[in-house]
């Protein structure tokens, strides 16, 4: 198929006869679209719309006759095929060509930066408005700032906003008219596995495996039966296929679907050679995942564009795109609409070759330059500049919120702080395909003022598994419990930060075990045991049911390199109840077992007996080596006591233990009653937040200020504050008042006429000191100093007349103002 060229005279009689044709066409087509209440209200206010909404410049219309001419060029040519998608109506009911309803848009935020970023919020702002019928292509394709708008598009207008966004982050991407699987069309999910589901949490603390050591002593065999062994083999796999068979709905697949081949999608090509893409791929839209090339749930292609220009399939996909090749310069396999206009490859190349004809030019000065002849570029764009605000980001989706089924899993996402949780992500998964029976429950929280970031809930096992990010006082990293009481089974993780170097507790009804990682005194594990609750009556159960006694402590060491073996410590036991103490060093070279020793404490001092002696016998030891010499009596007292010593810092430390466990418990608890989530200063949230507190404190500031005023105002208010019943004063009160105010004035009055007479009288004394050490040689300095000394008596001495005469004034005055007090007139009247 060759693309026709038109004179002007044609094209302009062709463009004036697609006018009238627009016109007539626009009110019927306008009529047989449903469109939504807010598509509606933007085609009623079509005169607000920017005047590249409403009319054709005159490139524009040029474009429409060409693209008419090359739509009829391929139904004569191609009649089996179906019409290609050129010039849909936009929202103002004018017809547009799809490659101008592209604009290119620069990304302001880090998060658009990429296409994983792009899709992901096309797909998630957008909610899909289908096709109807899906099997023909739309007529009405609205421009990308309306789509922002309304947060509603067809799969058409999903791949233009997406495509606009790539395009304008430098990627070589194309939108793709085709057709689609009725999942994808439909974004039906419920028999696909949900992409959480393939993410495992996985802990940076692992337990440390014992090495295998192949002196240590075999296990014995176990004797069993194989005869046995298959009868149980054969009786479990007659046992799950019965459950098969129970339970056909978990292999049951949609029944077929009669319009497969038929349902018209859009989704985004994009090619290599541009930020370091490699391999050609597909985007879809409405979900933002990528996909292969050779997909098998795209089953054909009918044209792609970009704002370049328009490209028309000419390749066979009865065997859908498997074997497609998107060379889009090879004529025979794609059919462009614009012959000879500029590709986005070409523009590249022309840009590096007039670098490279400005540095020759420099050298040669030779500026000549083949003309070449002009073909028709693709106008400008129609569309008006896209805004993709922060507040968009953040809210993401429609009404803030999204629910997704899956194959046995519902994923619900929302919006930061629409939660009072701040809950973001919820991951439910179910036993069974009708979603009835929950199996588990995994969340993801934002901006907690607890540091949580997840939560696992799991149904079946009964446990809840809950990770924190760093921040933490108590550096937890992660807890996992069956319920919240204390005595239960429970496993916390800590960071490296912690103050012991702890990185694990795993806590059961009777032991407790802790590991440690870097110590100085190189112990990795401390196992203790505690006394068994069937021993303890239950007023003992009722009173130690927190701090039970311990019946056995175990610590486990690392080898300490600058110490021998036969000295170095590993494990050492504190048997409480059996008053012993057991210590196991180290394996020697060649060696395949241990030396040990063994302590018997002796008994404490008592009301009737003095305390035990220590004697040989108290002590038991093997040592590997027979050559090396025993240890004398002294060494082993020493070594006996430094043991009961560290007996009960080890007690101690156990005890601390299981108070920072109540603690972090407890404070768990304050934590999920109190406000749980902080608002961060940088989200449009955290602004209107930041915005209404400051409001607020003001208001409070502001009526303190107004309180403290009238306060001060208010003679009556230290001395109502004595009283318990400031409301309703007595007689007896008023006049207790009354006569507490006048005395303490007259006793202030009196305290100020002191303090002027002591200065009065300090400045005189000091003169008459002067006077009498005065010298001749300082007469100058003396003349001055007495000048000052006598002005300052002088208006000592006037401050003293003055306060004297105003202070009998003053005294009357208050005496007037309490009696027109109103809470002490009707009292003081009478």
């Not at 017809?95 to 592209?102: E, G, N, P, Q």
Request: proline fraction near 4%; include cysteine; glycine fraction near 2%.
């Amino acid at each position: 198929m060759e693309t026709v060229v038109e004179s002007d005279s044609e094209e302009q009689d062709r463009s004036g006869e697609s006018e009238e044709e627009e016109e007539d066409d626009r009110e019927p087509m306008k009529m047989e679209r449903s469109v939504s209440a807010s598509q509606e209200l933007v085609l009623k206010l079509d005169e607000l719309c920017p005047e590249s909404y409403r009319v054709n410049s005159p490139d524009q219309i040029r474009l429409l006759a060409i693209s008419d001419n090359f739509q009829r060029q391929y139904s004569l040519l191609y009649p089996d095929r179906k019409p290609l998608l050129l010039c849909p109506v936009n929202e103002c009911g004018v017809r547009k060509f799809v490659s101008l309803t592209l604009r290119p848009t620069p990304a302001f935020f880090p998060e658009l930066f990429n296409w994983e970023g792009c899709a992901s919020f096309v797909a998630d702002f957008l909610s899909l408005d289908p096709l109807e019928p899906p099997v023909d292509l739309p007529r009405y394709l609205f421009s990308s700032s309306s789509v922002l708008l309304n947060q509603s598009a067809t799969c058409f207008e999903s791949a233009t906003l997406l495509c606009s966004l790539l395009l304008g982050t430098h990627y070589d991407a194309y939108c793709v008219s085709g057709y689609a699987v009725r999942e994808m069309c439909l974004m039906d999910y419920s028999l696909q596995e949900c992409p959480l589901l393939d993410t495992p949490v996985k802990s940076n603390i692992s337990e440390e495996e014992p090495q295998e050591n192949k002196y240590t002593v075999k296990h014995l065999r176990e004797m069993k039966s194989h005869f046995l062994t298959q009868l149980e083999k054969k009786k479990q796999e007659a046992e799950a296929a019965l459950l098969q068979k129970q339970k056909p709905q978990e292999n049951e697949q949609l029944p077929a679907d009669p319009l497969r081949g038929l349902r018209v999608h859009c989704w985004v090509l994009v090619l290599s050679g541009s930020r370091s893409v490699r391999e050609n791929f597909f985007i879809d839209p409405l979900s933002g995942n990528s996909y292969p090339t050779d997909d098998g749930n795209f089953l054909g292609i009918e044209s792609v564009w970009n704002n370049f220009n328009y490209y028309a399939n000419m390749q066979d996909c009865r065997a859908g795109c498997t074997d497609m090749v998107y060379d889009l310069e090879d004529l025979k396999l794609w059919e462009p609409l614009l012959y000879g206009a500029t590709s986005k490859k070409q523009l590249i190349i022309e840009v590096s070759k007039k670098k490279e004809s400005r540095m020759i030019s420099k050298f040669t000065n030779n500026e000549e330059e083949d003309e070449q002849p002009r073909v028709f570029e693709m106008p400008r764009h129609w569309v008006s500049y896209i805004k993709i605000s922060q507040k968009d980001l953040e809210s993401r989706w429609p009404g803030r919120q999204k629910v997704t089924r899956y194959r046995k899993a519902k994923l619900e996402k929302f919006a930061a702080y629409l939660r009072e949780d701040g809950l973001v992500t919820r991951l439910t998964r179910y036993k069974d395909l009708d979603c009835t029976e929950v199996v588990t429950v995994k969340e993801w929280f934002h901006h907690r003022n607890d540091f949580l970031e997840e939560r696992d809930i799991n149904k079946e096992a009964n446990f809840t598994r809950e990770r924190f990010k760093r921040g933490r006082l108590s550096s937890l990293m992660c807890h996992r419990y069956t319920t919240k009481s204390t005595d239960t089974e429970r496993v916390m993780e800590f960071r490296r930060e912690h103050l012991e170097n702890m990185v694990r507790r795993v806590e059961s009804l009777d032991e407790m075990i802790e590991f440690f990682e870097g110590r100085k005194d190189f112990l990795h594990c401390r196992h203790v045991f505690f006394i068994p609750l069937d021993q303890f009556s239950q007023t003992d159960l009722d009173c130690q049911l927190r701090v039970r006694p311990i019946e056995k402590v175990v610590e486990r060491f690392r080898r300490d390199r600058s110490k021998p073996a036969s000295k170095d410590v590993a494990e050492r036991a504190f048997l409480l109840n059996e008053r012993r103490m057991e210590l196991t060093y180290h394996l020697e070279d060649n060696r395949f077992i241990p030396s040990k020793r063994s302590f018997v404490k002796p008994l404490e001092a008592t009301d009737k007996k003095k305390a035990e002696d220590f004697r040989v016998d108290m002590v038991s030891s093997f040592q590997v080596d027979p050559s090396e010499k025993p240890l004398k009596t002294l060494t082993l007292y020493k070594m006996l006591m430094s043991l009961m010593e560290d007996e009960k810092e080890v007690v101690l430390q156990v005890k601390k233990s299981k108070e920072e466990v109540q603690k972090i418990l407890d404070c768990r608890e304050q934590e999920e009653a109190k406000d749980q989530i902080h608002f961060c200063p940088w989200t449009t949230d955290g602004v209107t937040q930041a915005r209404s507190q400051r409001e607020e404190m003001e208001r409070l500031e502001e009526e303190e200020q107004l309180w403290l005023q009238e306060r001060e105002k208010d003679i009556l208010a230290p001395l109502l504050l004595r009283l318990n019943d400031t409301e309703t004063l007595s007689t007896a009160d008023a006049k207790q008042i009354h006569q507490e105010c006048l005395s303490e004035f007259k006793q202030r009055l009196v305290e100020q006429a002191n303090l002027i007479q002591e200065r009065y009288e300090k400045e005189t004394k000091e003169l008459q000191r002067k006077q009498q050490s005065f010298q001749k040689k300082q007469e100058e300095g003396y003349q001055t100093y007495c000048s000052e000394k006598v002005l300052r008596i002088d208006v000592a001495k006037k401050r003293l007349i003055m306060h004297k005469e105003a202070a009998l004034h003053k005294y009357k005055a208050l005496d007037q103002r309490l009696k027109r007090d109103p809470r002490l007139a009707p009292h003081l009247l009478n």
